[in-house]
């Protein structure tokens, strides 16, 4: 199935689930909600629970509606389009546990692997300001050193340091410290300081990253890894950058998913 069948089909369960979700189970009332999915004995998706975000309408119609027998029904629905959708995500039922549903503006839905709570108050807040100042950097960086013109990189995370390379010479070198990580697979992200894989020294420089933000508030900062879509490892690494007055966040792609390093005293070789 190319991308083509894919988008269609995602477009067409969506379009079914929508429905359902506004006849059903009061979508007008509130704007995400989280589908755990498990199999059962047979190997067969079964819905393990159901969270509702983001509520913006009548509170009261919402608990009710989600908490009577009206919602039995509709479960193996739910329970059967999240395994189809993460078909077509490519990943693996058993790894995501599930999946997000978000209502749109316009009343349509999207859908995220994964069980993808909303952003804290104060992220979801600065966020469009923090990517935009963040892809200001990256853009300053690129027209001084163009990182992304050159044909190799080299990181030391236990070094803390990066260098770009072309036709096999250094020419950018910067402290690259480690701040987390996001895996494909799981759809889900990792601060640095919390991987139980790197030498400590590389631990702790990634934890003071986290340490040093003065919004204590953020439950992404508490939490040690948490399902995520690219996006938000995206802000979360602004939210860093733009806190530590760094340099940029450099993302550097691997099988199992992405590395985001945060860059500083980025300099010629």
Same mark, same amino acid.
């Given at each position: 199935m190319d991308r083509a069948e894919k988008a269609e089909m995602r477009a067409e369960i $969506?379009?079914?689930?929508?429905?359902?979700l506004h006849e059903q189970l009061a979508a007008d009332e509130w704007g995400r909600v989280l589908v755990e999915v498990v199999r059962d004995e047979r190997g067969e998706p079964i819905v393990a629970g159901v969270d509702v975000e983001d509520i913006v309408g009548d509170e009261a119609k919402v608990d009710a509606v989600f908490g009577s027998e009206a919602m039995r029904p509709v479960l193996p629905v739910l329970a059967k389009a999240t395994?189809?959708?993460? #078909?077509?995500?490519?990943?693996?039922?058993?790894?995501?546990? #599930?999946?997000?549903? $978000?209502?749109?503006?316009?009343?349509?839905?999207?859908?995220?692997?994964?069980?993808?709570?909303?952003?804290?108050?104060?992220?979801? %807040?600065?966020?469009?300001? $923090?990517?935009?100042k963040l892809r200001a950097r990256m853009q300053a960086l690129e027209? %001084?050193?163009?990182l992304s013109r050159h044909d190799r990189e080299d990181v030391d995370v236990e070094g803390q340091t990066i260098v770009f390379s072309s036709g096999g010479q250094?020419?950018?070198?910067?402290?690259?410290?480690l701040l987390g990580t996001y895996s494909r697979r799981s759809r889900s992200f990792a601060w640095g300081g919390y991987s139980k894989d790197l030498p400590e020294a590389a631990r702790r420089a990634s934890s003071e990253l986290v340490d040093g933000l003065p919004d204590r508030d953020m439950w992404e900062i508490s939490t040690p890894v948490f399902p995520a879509d690219e996006p938000t490892?995206?802000? $979360? #690494?602004?939210?860093?950058?733009?806190?530590?007055?760094?340099?940029?966040?450099?993302?550097?792609?691997?099988?199992?998913g992405l590395v985001f390093l945060l860059l500083r005293d980025v300099r010629q070789a």
């Open positions: $969506l379009g079914e689930i929508g429905a359902l395994e189809a959708l993460c #078909g077509l995500e490519d990943v693996d039922l058993d790894d995501v546990r #599930g999946g997000t549903f $978000l209502r749109q503006p316009d009343g349509a839905f999207v859908w995220l692997p994964g069980l993808v709570h909303m952003p804290s108050e104060s992220l979801d %807040r600065q966020w469009d300001e $923090l990517v935009a027209a %001084r050193f163009g250094p020419r950018v070198l910067a402290r690259a410290t490892a995206w802000a $979360l #690494g602004a939210l860093v950058c733009e806190s530590l007055g760094a340099d940029g966040v450099h993302c550097s792609p691997r099988d199992e």
